[in-house]
């Protein structure tokens, strides 16, 4: 047009040390917020070994994480249903059906009892998946008649829960569950391993954008081209599938005989995990290291509990609700002061 | 092949492959060669003993066991704690019962009690359980969520060589004294029987029968409804028609709710057996709303002997109340002291429970016996 | 040629229409499949059993809708049930007349209800585990209330509860009808209807229009708990007894699961309290008839699984919007 | 000009689409050829972004047909069209924001290394790309933190990179700059040169002579004229756009902003020494009554920032607010509006519309408490006021109950425009108040804000159009990097002195830099 002069269009070249400066504080908000989770949890155990001579042994720590590894998978793969915009309420239910599936298919050997099981749950995920893809239903009704059909097939398939299916004899994939590895139980390590495999697979990888892209704005990502249907679909099947993978370890440490009840509220755990590692509901926007954060904040204060006070049921019960509580305010918090503040 | 692995994973180790109910239905019925009910020999015991029994005990079935063969040691009561862990939420008789009686059992003697209670999950009784162990617990008392499933608990304990006491529900598929220490229990079978003949005998052996199931996928139910329905075939009750069966989940609630719409699609229902004392007095609710209480309407028979099922006796509303018996808390401290400092405790206990009618209901009310 | 495009047009016109009234067709489906196949269905006492259980499932949905609407859910309902159950045993017992204790109970209802909204509107907590801390924390607290165990009621006023009926209908139908008009009217009519459905709308654009939206979230949240006391309450009067560890046990997903079969979106936003009524209606109803089928519990759950995909189906979203 | 002597690319034969109630789309054919940059113009609402989600997949025809390199094609999603080589840049920025500049850039397309996202070359060679445009970025930073004109020419870079012959742009240039636009008319050019077709929708005009080779204005969803773009002039353009002959347009002129004189009156916005760390530096904006103060600046200066923390929406570490000599403190937009302050957002889908709500209920919502008694509302004077605003901003819509979502995006700014003024201002704050509307709608709202300004209203304006702010206000602040850098007054106000404000600041800073 006119301009004789010519105007640096840069806008945000680095002038003055200011945008540097910027930078450097963008840099640890979101540090922060991003980690929120991780924060409370580092203080919670810090806390806790200090208040609670018994927490901090060894042997203990290692209780929580292998107590903690079951909802851990299941949160897992909760976690990239989430930041796709929907959520699961069936893996409690999806849970309990791999668990009593490889232990009903024990007999056949290690291979088929968890390949069966795997299967199963990978199933209950796709039909979901494709429901609410191809339907475009709410996730959370299709997902909670997930909860309430799959709870029904594990009743049926244990004739109305009479049947506690057992492994006899010791078979090849106990060690999965029985097994450690450097003193620490294996289900730790396979849940690691699959925390491991999520954050490569949410931050690495095309389908990772995509479920991000799908959850922030799931018509601008249908604009842009990206595989909406495609990706809604494979979440649920990942999600179904760690749920599986959980029921299988579940079997295998204990060695089958679990209630077709097993696994019941499951949901409200691991969704409860996700959010408190500072995925939001809303979709787009989550973190695997976060939901291993909060996962492993539920067991601890859980353990907390049995081991710092001597509580009955029910004082348990309002301390652990507010314990929650107070963590989600906090990571709320933290996670807010360093995002966009919305007045 | 799918039923191969159930009928392996029940209560029993019979083959039978047409029926779900078949292995627990004949669970203490066919007795092995021994005496030995199958649902014991599950449960690690071998032989019938014949020592002279407590007060409370049933049966007992050897072999004895004792802490030192797998290295545990003496506890020193006065100063080592022990844990008890409950499995469900201590939110209805039964449970505070049981609870209430483990604290007071130990406040009696002086002893150290740590408690937890896993809400029903499982997975949280394992981790309870194992929490207590870190916490420096030496014996756990517990009672089981389920008869197995604990298998993670009690391999920690194990190996940590703290002695493992399980009470109300035996846990299966050991082996005698070789996973854990002795074993308290309630028969639910037996109870599902004693309920039956009560039935029987309050209707005359002529009824059109409703029954209101407990939780589903839960063991208990499973057992009180084998055992019911195994009596009734076997006392040849075949006036006694089973027209309803639905779930109560165990509440009061649901078991008022139920009843309420069965009694629309079945108004001639003449009697109902509830599975524990909630559901009955829920039940009892729906029959007062549409003017159908009394035993001479309706019969009721349930199963607990919490207050105020006996109470419905009195009032002439319930026909008959099988106790089980929550109080194992004196008898399971006394199991563990002679397990692990003394010469050993029988590997299976079974407690006597007690029954309620019209004829002694008023005064296990007086004497406190109701809990 | 005019046939071939006017019945394409009628097509549209009733796939759009049924995608509108589908809680109405599921629930006109299940009442004919019970009329042919259920003993006794047809008659006036059937229909006061259903209205006599279906008033705390409505009373409850009523105020989930308004807190879907705002684009949150509330997980603590059931547990607020429970709390306002052991509050008013516990003024009953104390010897307070029971219209004291009852409106105590709906006074503990609607504090644990602002108590909600304050996590959600200033610590902007998610609310699902907002509520969620509730929900864990609430039977605790009434089972602490009550001391731990079921507490029998012997309130004569109850009876009324449960068995009054004015020209055949059960009161507490009468007052879940009420209450439905109210909360109808509500947001049809007034302000606070127009701020709460533009919060779920857009809360950013909310807050940059000037709505007060922190305090319309506090009073949707205190809305919805003191709707769920009342329903407590009223849970309380149908047992004779207060059972904090189990009323209301799930009612979170019943209403959940009303609101949306109802046509309510998740998303927030929009707010259909007739098809709301209709949903708590079509669960209650779905239960019911799958007891007096003598369903064993796994082909229950199965069937409801089922039933309600296919409701909520009928309703799916048309293909081309946006 | 290439005469195109091959055979159409793209063409649409009697494309018909309505949604429910409205026609959107009648009996429309175009036909595009490689090489030829074809303009869409019309007014808001005509059918312009219905004819090109028909052609990509997003909606899918009534009746009529698409050609694609002769072949009949209909595309189930946009996604299979972006398979076949059609890139669009869809109306309102359509990306995934909590992403990074880089992840946004090669979305769908990414490149990977041993199954892993190859991000050294991502946010190189998007750094790189996205230099060629102009725009020196944080690739690493998520998207949404960028301004909005930033975020467009992502979007612009992201579609042209991907290698399509057929290249669709909906209002690419509404929420940039004269630089970008440039910028952009020249990738154009290239693009032209590289023999790839290109739709470009766009209300504003000069753009369209500049680059456009051909023209099809639609009407009320109907195919107007399509032709050779140097056939006509500029006001016969406009006529055909709005269906009015040529010579009833020269009673309005051309821009409806003028200066005023200001009569030395106590201000009534007096924003002094506004300080937000990293964000805004010390910027006083005044404002007296009757004045219309524009806020110059490039993408990313801070004008919105400026705007948003008089409104009390974006929390300040110090400085001073009044209106009407008194000192406001609550920081929140709700205090704001009750002291009369009111501002149109700039974002308009994130921050403005709630889409599932009505026109009439979108209108009403900021001045309920004034249509309200005893918390009920005036059903009757919520409708008198709507009324008066749609006809008098010409919103069109199948009515007021129609969901704003299905409005046409100039519509849905209208409808913003209503609810502000509504509210009755004593303070108006417009960030980007023309952007997307179209040309006859431009000059009402412009003569609008002249209007309201007269009576003695403060006016902040923002625009991405130096020369809307150039005319239109009487006293220009300058931002840049959050930093005021001075004040125009009077005739100073022009675009090159403006342009020379921005660029010595740069030079000085540069030279700073060096040191
Ligand atoms: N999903 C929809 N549902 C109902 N009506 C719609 C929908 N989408 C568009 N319309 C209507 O179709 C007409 C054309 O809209 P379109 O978005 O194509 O206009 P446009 O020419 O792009 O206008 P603008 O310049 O304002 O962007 C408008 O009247 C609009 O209200
Ligand atoms: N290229 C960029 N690199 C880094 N940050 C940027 C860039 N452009 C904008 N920003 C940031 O984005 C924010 C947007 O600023 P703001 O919206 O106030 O600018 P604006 O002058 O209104 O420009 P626009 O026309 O883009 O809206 C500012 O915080 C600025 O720091
Ligand atoms: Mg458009
Ligand atoms: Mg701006």
Redesign the interface.
Known sequence: ??????????????????EA???R??ALTSLISRNGAVAVLVIVVLAGTLLVSSFGKPDNLRNVALAASFIGIIAAGMTFVIISGGIDLSVGSTYALATIISAMYAPRGSFIAVLYALLAAGLVGLIQGLIIARWRLPAFIVTLAGLTGVRGLVFYITHEGNDHPRIEGRLAFEALGTGSLATIGTPVWIMLAVFGIGW?AL????FG??V??VG??Q?????????VKRTQTIVYVVSGLCAGLSGVLTTALSGGGQEARIGDAYELSAIAAVVIGGTLLSG??GSMVGTLAGVLLLFVIQNLIVQGANLNSYVQQVVSGSFLLVVVILQAALSRRAG??E? | ALLTACSTGSNSGSTTDDSSAAPVATALGSANAGGVPAAITAAGGTELLTRPKGEGVSAEYGPMCKGSDLGIGKIDFKKDTIGWAQSEKEANPFRIASTKSQIEAAKAKGWKLLTTNAQSNVQQENSDIKGMIDKGAKAIIFSPINSTGLGDAIAYAKSKKVAMIPVDRNITGVQGCKDVGPQLGSDFVEQGRRAADAMIKATGGKAKLAILLGASGVNVTDDRTAGFLDQLKAKNASGIEVVFQQTGDFTREKGKSVTETMLRAHPDVTAIYAENDEMGLGALAALDDAGKSGTDKVHIVSIDGTKGAVQAIVDGNFDAVIESNPAFGPASQAALEAYVNGDGAPAVTITTDNQYDSSNAAEALSSGKAY | MTTLTASLKDRTVVS?WAREHGVYIALVLLIAFNAVATTNFLTVDTLQLLFSQVPPVIIVSLGMALVIGTGGVDLSVGATMAIASAVLAKFVVGGSPIGVAMAAAVVAGLLVGVFNGLVVAFARVQPIVATLGVLVAGRGIALVITGGALVELFVPFFKDVRLGKFLGVPYVMIVAALLAVGVSFLVR????G??L??IG??R?????????VRRTLIVVYAISGTLAAVAGVIATARLRASDPSYIGLLMELSAITAVVVGGTSLNG??VRILGTVTGAILIQLLETTLVSHNAPDSVARMVEAVIIIAAVYIQRPA??S? | MTTPVTSPILKVTSASKRF?GVRALEDVSIELFPGEVHALVGENGAGKSTLIKLITG???LDSGSVQLRGEDVAFA???S???AGIA?I?QEV??????SVA?NFF??R?P?RF???D?KKMNRDSAEALKRY?????VK?PLG?L?LG?QQMVAIARAIESDAKVVIMDEPTSSLE???V??LLDLVGQLKAKDVAIVYVSHKLDEVFRACDTVTVLRDGKLVSTGPTKDLTRRQLIARMLGRDAAELDEGARTQLQRREIADAEPVLKAEHLNR??ILEDVSVVVRPGEVVGLAG????GRSETAKAI?????LDSGDIAVDGRALTH????S???ERVA?L?EDRK????????SIR?NI???A??Q??KA???SRKRVDDIVKTFMTRLRIKAAGPQQKV?ELSGGNQQKVLLA?LLCLNPRVLLLDEPTRGIDVGAKAEVQALIAELAEKGMAVVLISSELEEVVEGSDSVVVLR?GAQLGRLVGDDIT??KI??L??DA?SE??E??AK
């Open positions: 047009m006119t301009t004789t002069k010519q105007a640096p269009v840069a806008v945000a070249a680095d002038h003055g040390g200011r400066a910027r930078a504080a963008r490569w931050n690495r990888t095309p954008q995509s991000q892209a922030g704005n018509s601008a990502a249908e604009l842009m081209g990206l595989p787009g926007v966009t503040s007045t | 759009t009519r007034t302000a606070f127009y701020r459905l533009a709308g857009n950013r654009a909310s807050v940059l229009a000037g709505l007060p936003g929009r293909r081309s946006r | 429910a997003v909606y899918q999603s946009p996604r069209a972006q398979h669009t869809y359509h990306l995934a924001p909590q992403l992840r979305l769908g990414e990977t199954g892993s996202l991000l102009g725009i020196v970025a944080d930073r933190e301004g930033i004269p630089r970008e440039d910028l760390r990293l490039l993408l990313g200066s409104f009390g929406a974006l929390p920081q929140t937009p709700a704001r509006i009750r501002m957002p994130a921050e403005g519309i709630i889409p599932d709500m209920d009403g919502l900021a309920l408490p249509l309200t918390g009920l509302v979502s609810r990097d675009e090159d342009m020379d921005i660029a740069a800073q540069l700073e830099a």
